[in-house]
């Protein structure tokens, strides 16, 4: 390893894996003062942080073919299996093609059906004037969207019971198997690595029944028909259910809690900026019919609203840290990075980096005015990363964040419960709060 600057405050035997759980964003985001590239322990391994958009850039597109998913990746294929969130450089390809057909445009604005008719019937069920816990909605809100998008109606009897029991536990444990010295648990009789691994085969279990219902169906609009219908490369053969299964598992867990996480954090910055909330109540209220779906393309009549999310991702990033590894000695910047090192960036540290962004901890949707994402380096805003591992899911989610605040809006006003304590953000697989108590206020109340 080359003599790269270490991160001060390591400790014996747990190097920085403290600073990384107790205080990971002020610890990353110091680093960019460091250097380009700065070296941190995790345990008895050393792992570089990259900090400079270009590199990072570099990592993920023009020297892609140099690096594989890291460790943090091999942690959650233990839930995940080989689906193409956690599929390596070889297979990523392969994976993409299999969910390809599930996310053209017009499969889409199939989704955004069952989006606009979960999003209305949660805004429906709040009541005015009481303090609710949205983060609470939020996560149950996605959690739905996402299986009635994935298997529509063929959801057996407790079996998305079991999804609910079991993903928030995964999830948990594959963050805290990223940064913690523990780097081999299986075996071990630690609480928290039994909880993980009866979690993996709990998720796994619900999702193979959910698989077969939808091969016995054999029809509908969702997601997982168009995936069983897909064949192995270069040949005719359909997909194995195993397959099919770990396929879903990526989808279920990308849209699941990002969704949720960024939503929380974006209705919380709602509240605090009424005026923010205004005109983005007129951008929807003149541009689309509150009672029909949005369609993918709608979202180019509503700069506003994209400009809101674009903010939300950008200073409340859901994927806060990720993991490559060199699977060769590669170039990096001021270094020559041995074969098998781990790499770790921080989207969220890029995003609130001063020489970008002004007052890059103020929430500003008008800055996407002034600066659109191209003008950007590369590397500089990444929420859905870049190249050839950008999220499949991207207008996906676009469409389903802009529906749920449209829902949300159309009917609510939002505070924060001056009783309540402040929300927090949590770091885990997703930077995320720890709750959000609001309470609701219908417009018409206040005069609107």
Same mark, same amino acid.
């Given at each position: 390893?080359?003599?790269?600057?270490?991160?001060?405050?390591?400790?014996?035997?747990?190097?920085?894996?403290?600073?990384?759980?107790?205080?990971?964003?002020?610890?990353?985001?110091?680093?960019?003062?460091?250097?380009?590239?700065?070296?941190?322990?995790?345990?008895? *391994?050393?792992?570089?942080?990259?900090?400079?958009?270009?590199?990072?850039?570099?990592?993920?597109?023009?020297?892609?073919?140099?690096?594989?998913?890291?460790?943090?990746?091999?942690?959650?294929?233990?839930?995940?299996?080989?689906?193409?969130?956690?599929?390596?450089?070889?297979?990523?390809?392969?994976?993409?093609?299999?969910?390809?057909?599930?996310?053209?445009?017009?499969?889409?604005?199939?989704?955004?059906?069952?989006?606009?008719?979960?999003?209305?019937?949660?805004?429906?069920?709040?009541?005015?004037?009481?303090?609710?816990?949205?983060?609470?909605?939020?996560?149950?809100?996605?959690?739905?969207?996402?299986?009635?998008?994935?298997?529509?109606?063929?959801?057996?009897?407790?079996?998305?019971?079991?999804?609910?029991?079991?993903?928030?536990?995964?999830?948990?444990?594959?963050?805290?198997?990223?940064?913690?010295?523990?780097?081999?648990?299986?075996?071990?009789?630690?609480?928290?690595?039994?909880?993980?691994?009866?979690? *993996?085969?709990?998720?796994?279990?619900?999702?193979?029944?959910?698989?077969?219902?939808?091969?016995?169906?054999?029809?509908?609009?969702?997601?997982?028909?168009?995936?069983?219908?897909?064949?192995?490369?270069?040949?005719?053969?359909?997909?194995?259910?195993?397959?099919?299964?770990?396929?879903?598992?990526?989808?279920?867990?990308?849209?699941?809690?990002?969704?949720?996480?960024?939503?929380?954090?974006?209705?919380?910055?709602?509240?605090?900026?009424?005026?923010?909330?205004?005109?983005?109540?007129?951008?929807?209220?003149?541009?689309?019919?509150?009672?029909?779906?949005?369609?993918?393309?709608?979202?180019?009549?509503?700069?506003?609203?994209?400009?809101?999310?674009?903010?939300?991702?950008?200073?409340?990033?859901?994927?806060?840290?990720?993991?490559?590894?060199?699977?060769?000695?590669?170039?990096?910047?001021?270094?020559?990075?041995?074969?098998?090192?781990?790499?770790?960036?921080?989207?969220?540290?890029?995003?609130?980096?001063?020489?970008?962004? $002004?007052?890059?901890?103020?929430?500003?949707? *008008?800055?996407?005015?002034?600066?659109?994402?191209?003008?950007?380096?590369?590397?500089?805003?990444?929420?859905?990363?870049?190249? $050839?591992?950008?999220?499949? *899911?991207?207008?996906?989610?676009?469409?389903?964040?802009?529906?749920?605040?449209?829902?949300?809006?159309?009917?609510?006003?939002?505070?924060?419960?001056?009783?309540?304590?402040?929300?927090?953000?949590?770091?885990?697989?997703?930077?995320?709060?720890?709750?959000?108590?609001?309470?609701?206020?219908?417009?018409?109340?206040?005069?609107?």
């Amino acid at each position: 390893m080359p003599e790269l600057p270490m991160a001060p405050g390591r400790l014996p035997l747990l190097g920085h894996a403290v600073r990384l759980v107790r205080s990971p964003m002020p610890f990353l985001e110091s680093l960019a003062g460091i250097a380009p590239l700065v070296r941190v322990r995790l345990g008895s *391994g050393t792992a570089l942080v990259v900090t400079e958009p270009a590199l990072v850039h570099d990592v993920l597109v023009r020297k892609a073919s140099c690096f594989e998913k890291g460790e943090q990746f091999e942690n959650a294929r233990v839930i995940l299996g080989n689906g193409v969130l956690v599929a390596g450089r070889e297979d990523h390809l392969k994976h993409r093609r299999i969910l390809q057909p599930a996310f053209q445009p017009t499969a889409i604005d199939e989704y955004g059906v069952i989006m606009h008719r979960e999003a209305v019937r949660t805004a429906e069920s709040w009541v005015a004037g009481e303090c609710r816990d949205l983060q609470r909605d939020l996560d149950e809100l996605s959690l739905r969207v996402a299986l009635a998008t994935l298997f529509s109606g063929i959801l057996p009897p407790g079996v998305s019971d079991e999804v609910r029991r079991w993903l928030p536990v995964a999830l948990k444990g594959v963050a805290l198997r990223a940064v913690l010295p523990l780097r081999r648990w299986d075996g071990t009789r630690l609480a928290a690595a039994t909880r993980f691994h009866r979690s *993996g085969v709990g998720l796994r279990d619900a999702v193979d029944a959910l698989v077969e219902s939808a091969a016995a169906s054999g029809s509908g609009a969702n997601m997982m028909n168009k995936i069983l219908d897909a064949t192995e490369e270069g040949t005719r053969r359909r997909i194995s259910s195993t397959q099919a299964r770990d396929e879903a598992l990526s989808v279920l867990v990308a849209a699941y809690e990002t969704t949720a996480s960024t939503l929380g954090s974006l209705l919380l910055e709602l509240g605090r900026n009424p005026r923010v909330e205004q005109r983005l109540f007129r951008e929807l209220t003149e541009n689309t019919d509150p009672s029909q779906p949005l369609r993918a393309a709608d979202l180019r009549h509503l700069p506003y609203a994209l400009a809101v999310v674009q903010e939300a991702l950008r200073l409340h990033t859901p994927g806060w840290f990720l993991m490559r590894r060199s699977s060769t000695e590669v170039e990096l910047g001021p270094a020559v990075v041995p074969r098998g090192t781990e790499v770790i960036f921080s989207p969220q540290a890029l995003h609130h980096a001063p020489s970008l962004f $002004r007052e890059p901890h103020r929430f500003n949707p *008008g800055r996407w005015a002034d600066t659109p994402v191209k003008s950007l380096p590369p590397g500089s805003y990444i929420p859905f990363l870049e190249g $050839r591992h950008q999220c499949i *899911g991207a207008h996906y989610a676009l469409l389903e964040m802009v529906t749920i605040l449209r829902a949300v809006c159309m009917r609510w006003k939002l505070r924060p419960s001056p009783s309540a304590p402040r929300p927090r953000h949590v770091f885990r697989t997703v930077m995320r709060l720890n709750a959000l108590p609001m309470t609701v206020t219908t417009r018409e109340h206040e005069g609107e």
